[in-house]
């Protein structure tokens, strides 16, 4: 008996040692968040060796990737410079020099022409030349795509993080399939986790015909943190869809489990869609090895010139330097000077952006934010709870959407800017995600955009301090380990 408690205490001391270094990498080696290091501590600590085999899986920090900082030099090396100096060099050159010098000219509010210079210092530069427009629902959306669609004659490309095997996702690969049958350049670019069900025949003939998918980082173990949450379309240079929108029936808003969907997307006509093109071309090159496509003016025509919505299409992820979307949310909320309405399904925010919601509403500004009440990820649900708890004390208004599921990641101060795009309020999208948003300085489409987040209030609960000091203690213990995790979400 003495022998076998000896050979125990043995593997448990060897197992102590082991976790106590394993600990260290992350506290040594990672430079992280403190609070992502100390919920990591905490995994490794109390659940030794399988806690370290979910950190290789989901805790890595993405900066230490190789591949991604390979990719972000290669992308400013010959990316950047060809969009920004060899196509269309002129004008865009005169533009930004204009712009530049007549700083606080833009709008009447200086720290937009301040909140350009934050994306132009990461490479995301002012357009000029834009034609926006709006869609709150998946009908209008999908039937738009396909129309313009069927009008393509050079190529089209598709970034989804999901496209499902269902009726809409099946409708539009027939479409494209006519397409590429046509001899137009098809291209499809989905996410190898997000669809990761996808039937491997799915796309069979879509192939025949011609078509080309490609999926991004598929079914590597270690590395399941980094998606590409992005959604994109750009038709023949001359139209291109961003937004919140993926492929798929509940998108449609036909899915009982999700009732009526509502998120927001937008199609531009203009000089931004150069940035997504550029954003598509970099993806794609990325993942499809032996299908890369070479730059030309073949996919940057030409356009137009006209008065329209000054817009950045801004990117960020593992393989960019900075939080470029994340940056953009967080110098939004702390320069607004009126108001910041929010809508977003997951809400689990940095130190920086939670500060910045909390001192804006202390300051007097009405800062309102809209979430699902019927959520599809309860976890993240409670731990959104948990910080909203805090901000509804500083004066923050949060509302909870009754009307099926909202899906929409908009963010809008003072009736003068506005961001649409894939990237949630949340540590993950800021970390994590590979993420594309529109930063538009305009009058016009947030006005549009903050008259439709008033109606959206007319379909939500408003969540007061009253209630939520009513909760349930199980909800309290909900919210409390989902608090304590949070910055692993």
Same mark, same amino acid.
């Given at each position: ?14 197992v ?14 990672? !430079? =992280? ?9 905490? $995994? ?37 410079k %060809? ?5 269309h ?17 833009? $709008? ?6 301040d ?17 926006v427009? /709006?869609?709150?629902n998946?009908?209008d959306k ?11 004659? @050079?190529f ?7 496209? !499902? ?8 690969v ?13 291209r ?13 025949y799915?796309?069979? @003939? ?7 998918t +490609?999926?991004f980082?598929? =079914? ?15 038709i023949?240079?001359?139209?291109g ?9 509940? %998108? ?9 969907? !509502?998120?927001?997307?937008? !199609?531009f006509? #203009?000089?931004? *869609? ?24 073949? /996919? ?13 299409i $801004?990117s ?11 940056? #953009? %949310?967080?110098?939004? *909320?702390?320069? +607004? ?12 925010p940095?130190?920086g952006i ?18 699902p ?6 976890f ?8 909203l ?7 923050? @208004?949060?509302?909870q ?8 990641? $908009? ?9 649409? #795009? ?6 993950r ?9 529109a ?5 016009? *489409? ?11 209030? =007319? ?9 939520y ?21």
């Amino acid at each position: 008996m003495g022998g076998v408690l000896s050979w125990i205490t043995l593997i448990a001391l060897i197992v102590l040692v082991v976790n106590v270094i394993l600990s260290g990498l992350v506290v040594f080696f990672e !430079r =992280r968040n403190p609070a992502s290091t100390w919920a990591w501590l905490l $995994v490794l600590l109390f659940i030794p060796i399988l806690g370290f085999i979910v950190y290789m899986i989901f805790g890595r920090n993405s900066k230490r990737e190789k591949m991604f900082r390979e990719k972000e030099k290669y992308d400013q090396e010959v990316y950047y410079k %060809y969009l920004f100096h060899d196509v269309h060099s002129a004008e865009k050159v005169k533009q930004q020099k204009e712009f530049i010098e007549n700083k606080g000219k833009l $709008v009447d509010a200086e720290y937009v022409t301040d909140l350009a210079h934050l994306h132009l210092n990461s490479g995301n530069w002012m357009t000029f030349n834009n034609q926006v427009e /709006y869609f709150n629902n998946g009908k209008d959306k999908f039937e738009s795509l396909v129309q313009d669609i069927r009008n393509a004659k @050079k190529f089209i490309h598709l970034e989804y993080y999901i496209w !499902r095997g269902d009726r809409l996702g099946t409708r539009l690969v027939e479409e494209l399939t006519k397409k590429a049958a046509e001899g137009v350049e098809v291209r499809i670019l989905y996410d190898g986790i997000g669809n990761a069900r996808l039937p491997k025949y799915f796309f069979d @003939k879509f192939h025949d015909a011609g078509g080309y998918t +490609a999926a991004f980082l598929p =079914r590597f173990v270690v590395r399941l943190n980094y998606r590409n949450h992005r959604k994109l379309a750009i038709i023949d240079g001359e139209i291109g869809y961003i937004g919140g929108f993926n492929v798929g029936d509940e %998108y449609l808003g036909i899915v009982k489990r999700y009732g009526p969907w !509502r998120d927001t997307h937008l !199609r531009f006509r #203009g000089d931004a *869609i150069d940035q997504m093109q550029m954003r598509f071309i970099k993806d794609w090159n990325f993942t499809a090895k032996n299908g890369i496509i070479q730059l030309s003016e073949k /996919y940057f025509p030409k356009r137009p010139q006209f008065d329209g919505v000054r817009t950045q299409i $801004v990117s960020s992820g593992p393989d960019t330097q900075w939080k470029n979307v994340r940056n #953009g %949310y967080f110098k939004m *909320i702390n320069e +607004a000077e009126s108001h910041v309405y929010l809508t977003t399904p997951y809400f689990v925010p940095d130190d920086g952006i939670f500060e910045a919601l909390r001192v804006a509403a202390l300051s007097g500004l009405d800062v309102r934010i809209i979430i699902p009440g019927n959520p599809d990820h309860f976890f993240v649900y409670w731990a959104s709870m948990s910080y909203l708890g805090e901000l509804l004390e500083a004066g923050v @208004k949060v509302y909870q959407y009754e009307k099926g599921f909202i899906h929409a990641k $908009v963010l809008t101060i003072d009736g003068t800017v506005a961001s649409v #795009g894939s990237a949630n309020m949340d540590i993950r999208s800021f970390d994590l995600n590979f993420e594309v948003n529109a930063f538009m300085y305009d009058e016009v *489409i947030t006005k549009v955009l903050e008259d439709d987040f008033m109606n959206d209030l =007319r379909c939500c609960v408003e969540i007061t301090k009253e209630w939520y000091h009513r909760r349930r203690w199980w909800f309290k213990v909900h919210e409390a380990i989902a608090r304590l995790i949070s910055p692993m979400l």
